[in-house]
């Protein structure tokens, strides 16, 4: 129900930005996180964008290991919304996902719990 694009390969240092956008839900109502599972571990959160009506009234929180280097961000006009990501190191290779849910997790960034998910798509940091 969610489909994730803009992975890839990039150096450490350099950026790239992902976007999630959905043919069967209508995103501007539903909480959009962004997740990632790396090789050999569990899979976890990284950021999550409120629901809004207004592309310029919601909240973002994100995890510590990508504080100040990820910024998510929601075009509801074009129906998707953005992780963009600088600042990019090898340990944050890993498949990344969106996923949506009616509110942020109230645990938090890290968290996992959503109902609805993408795909994935990789993104590999490596020189």
């Known amino acids: 129900q969610l489909v994730e694009s803009g992975g890839g390969l990039v150096q450490p240092g350099g950026s790239l930005r992902l976007a999630c956008a959905s043919s069967?839900?209508?995103?501007?109502?539903?909480?959009i996180g962004w997740l990632r599972q790396a090789p050999g571990k569990e899979r976890e959160g990284v950021s999550c964008?409120?629901?809004?009506?207004?592309?310029?009234?919601?909240?973002?929180d994100y995890a510590d290991s990508v504080k100040g280097r990820f910024t998510v961000s929601r075009d509801n006009a074009k129906k998707t919304v953005y992780l963009q990501m600088n600042s990019l190191k090898p340990e944050d290779t890993a498949v990344y996902y969106c996923?949506?849910?009616?509110?942020?997790?109230?645990?938090?960034?890290?968290?996992?719990?959503?109902?609805?998910w993408g795909q994935g798509t990789q993104v590999t940091v490596s020189s």
């Open positions: 996923a949506a849910d009616w509110a942020c997790p109230s645990e938090g960034a890290h968290s996992t719990k959503y109902n609805y």
């Open positions: 069967a839900l209508t995103l501007d109502l539903y909480a």
């Open positions: 964008i409120s629901s809004s009506l207004s592309s310029s009234n919601f909240t973002t």
